[in-house]
């Protein structure tokens, strides 16, 4: 009898819901009771299932003083609708569910001393390594190629720095002394939560690696041409050395400071005004 049952279930609806809604769509304008009477359920579960088809859009309920009110459906087109916002908000679900995992995997591995290692690829396997910064309680240190980012990434960056801003989470850097970065930090006034310092590119030539390093973990991220992969490693060992090895390069380019690099020509054009 009720044809389209199953695919309405399958958009979202319960079964109480997709069979009430047919009901509307096949014999139009009609009070609850007639509804209850077409129906094979209970008279509590239609009365239930019209209110939610009235809360979801999908029916509308009309109250004539001294009649019964009656229902009728919507255009089957909010059925649609209805799905797309279902189908945004689980993807919005699943990617905030992984964020908990990765955490959880993290606090898991730090308290049982288990070593842990996540391998990620594409753009979106780019997005969840730079995330997972997001969940720091510690400072962030970054290591990588400041130019690749804000060219090749330059959007994303731009989200994940929105996020870091708003949660707060500080960053030191170390990106190469070269035009671009000079330029940019010379013009770019800065913000509270990232400080940048350089370092001679004979002496360490960042190319297409970063590298964070933050609460217990280390990821990275290779931004090659053909292919773009990350890794999260979990270990306390790991990261303390990682730590060390950074701080001690920090302390060595005290020096390159923003005031020493307004005393140098820039050569290139007003860079982009984001932050790292």
Request: no cysteine; net charge positive; hydrophobic share 40%.
């Amino acid at each position: 009898m009720f044809v389209y049952q199953d695919s309405l279930i399958e958009s979202g609806l319960s079964e109480t819901q997709a069979v009430i809604y047919e009901i509307l769509i096949k014999f139009g304008v009609q009070s609850a009771r007639l509804v209850h009477v077409r129906s094979p359920f209970k008279r509590g579960l239609v009365y239930k299932a019209l209110e939610q088809l009235v809360e979801l859009g999908l029916a509308e309920k009309t109250d004539v003083p001294g009649k019964v009110a009656v229902f009728k459906a919507k255009h089957p087109a909010k059925i649609k609708e209805l799905a797309e916002n279902r189908h945004k908000m689980a993807e919005n679900s699943l990617f905030a569910i992984d964020q908990v995992i990765n955490q959880l995997s993290s606090e898991f591995n730090l308290a049982t001393g288990q070593p842990g290692v996540r391998f990620f690829e594409g753009v979106d396997g780019l997005k969840k390594v730079w995330w997972d910064t997001l969940n720091s309680k510690t400072t962030v240190y970054t290591l990588g190629n400041m130019e690749m980012v804000m060219k090749k990434y330059g959007d994303l960056n731009q989200k994940y720095v929105i996020e870091r801003k708003k949660r707060q989470i500080k960053k030191l850097a170390i990106a190469n002394d070269n035009e671009f970065n000079r330029q940019f930090l010379t013009s770019y006034s800065g913000n509270e939560i990232t400080e940048t310092r350089l370092i001679d590119e004979k002496q360490l030539k960042f190319k297409s690696t970063v590298v964070q390093i933050y609460d217990g973990r280390i990821s990275y991220t290779t931004l090659n041409e053909d292919s773009v992969i990350g890794i999260i490693i979990t270990d306390l060992s790991i990261y303390e050395l990682n730590k060390r090895i950074f701080e001690k390069m920090w302390n060595d380019l005290d020096g390159k400071t923003k005031t020493e690099l307004k005393s140098e020509p820039a050569k290139l054009l007003t860079p982009p005004k984001i932050d790292w």
